[in-house]
């Protein structure tokens, strides 16, 4: 559990990745971009991070397309870091299918949030999840340093710094 969505991009961040890494990130582009782009300074490169569902388009990536992107990954031999926060708001034809589904292939790393999906802003409460077939978190030490990060990023969510701001301007004026 996080504090919110932020805070478990942060921790996949801080936790999975080495110093100086690279994460290649989703953007709109031309195709003609792409190739050149894809296979340019990999060498230290930790993860390909995608949305899906995207925001703020609502555009969600086929089963196949996640499909070829795990083997894309695997080849590259980075993990999968999958924002799923909208994963609630899918509108259109197209079925929302997790990156998870796919981590027999490769790591994934899913992250997600009840704030947006649920209606329920400020209450700050996300998720990290690692789905590792192969046990490659665990032989890296990955519990014990998102245990870590927790320890010393402990954030309160939005509500409870309204609550006790609440109470101090009260109590004050009473």
């Not at 195709?31 to 993860?47: C, D, G, M, Q, V």
């Not at 192969?134 to 710094?161: C, E």
Request: proline share 7%; with cysteine; charged share 15%.
């Amino acid at each position: 559990m996080t504090v919110g969505c932020k805070q478990a991009i942060e921790l996949a961040v801080d936790t999975l990745a080495k110093p100086n890494a690279n994460i290649l990130l989703p953007k709109p582009g031309y195709p003609s971009n792409l190739i050149r782009s894809i296979f340019k300074h990999l060498e230290n490169t930790f993860a390909i991070f995608i949305i899906n569902p995207h925001n703020p388009n609502g555009n969600t990536y086929s089963e196949a397309h996640l499909k070829q992107l795990a083997v894309l990954a695997r080849e590259l031999g980075v993990m999968v870091v999958s924002d799923e926060v909208f994963r609630w708001s899918v509108f259109g034809s197209n079925p929302f299918v997790p990156m998870g589904k796919f981590s027999s292939i490769v790591p994934v790393v899913t992250l997600g949030s009840i704030s947006k999906g649920w209606s329920v802003p400020g209450w700050r409460t996300g998720w990290i999840a690692l789905h590792d077939l192969d046990g490659v978190f665990k032989s890296k030490n990955v519990l014990a340093a998102i245990k870590q990060f927790l320890d010393l990023n402990s954030k309160p969510p939005t509500v409870i710094q309204v609550r006790d701001f609440l109470i101090r301007t009260l109590s004050v004026t009473l």
